[in-house]
């Protein structure tokens, strides 16, 4: 979980002292008076949005780090720019057992600027949870409200034909919103979503007429 408090300066320093965080640097007087500020603000309003970059790295320079697969909603919503809609997703995903493994998968559920997530950057901690390791992401987009059946078997062998069929008929039903709803709707385990990360996309117009076969 990310932290959810801030260390006095007392406290800080007996524990740097005895090797249990690492000693920070002097910055110089100024960039200290502003780190100083912010820590002061943060201590008064837990809640604090952190409003620029310099923000964020004063605020990585005190300690403060995101852990991404176990982050709360108020976690998220300190880091500049972030939408409560996009938060809402990720704490979706994280509830369906999904993780993510880098800046490259967080840039790419979020579909923000790359510059925007390598903002974040000193504040986001990618740990890896239970088994199972990483998957490769790869740049390829299909759409999952449009894609025809042979694209959906040719592209997406993660999903198998029963997976497939279901999604034809969901989508009928109502276009999928995002990874969240894919994974209620098709009952789909972590590991399958995560693999879909970077690689479908969701839009939103009517899905053509073609039907499941049965099985």
Request: aromatic share 4%.
């Amino acid at each position: 979980m990310a932290r959810g408090h801030w260390l006095d300066p007392l406290a800080r320093g007996l524990l740097e002292a005895a090797g249990q965080l690492p000693r920070r640097a002097d910055p110089p007087p100024d960039r200290r008076v502003e780190q100083d500020l912010l820590e002061l603000k943060l201590q008064q309003d837990p809640g604090l949005r952190l409003r620029s970059d310099e923000d964020v790295r004063h605020a990585a320079a005190l300690g403060w780090r995101l852990d991404v697969n176990r982050a709360t909603a108020s976690d998220w919503l300190r880091l500049p720019q972030i939408q409560p809609q996009q938060v809402d997703l990720l704490l979706r995903l994280q509830q369906g057992g999904v993780q993510l493994s880098g800046p490259d998968d967080l840039q790419k559920l979020l579909d923000v600027p790359d510059a925007l997530v390598r903002s974040w950057e000193p504040l986001l901690q990618f740990r890896w949870y239970g088994d199972g390791s990483p998957s490769a992401i790869t740049p390829v987009r299909l759409d999952l409200n449009r894609a025809s059946r042979s694209s959906l078997e040719r592209q997406l062998p993660q999903l198998n034909a029963e997976r497939r069929q279901r999604l034809l008929r969901e989508r009928q039903r109502a276009p999928f919103q995002d990874l969240a709803d894919l994974q209620q709707r098709l009952q789909l385990p972590p590991a399958v979503v995560e693999e879909l990360i970077g690689k479908v996309r969701f839009g939103q117009g009517p899905a053509g007429p073609e039907l499941p076969r049965s099985a």
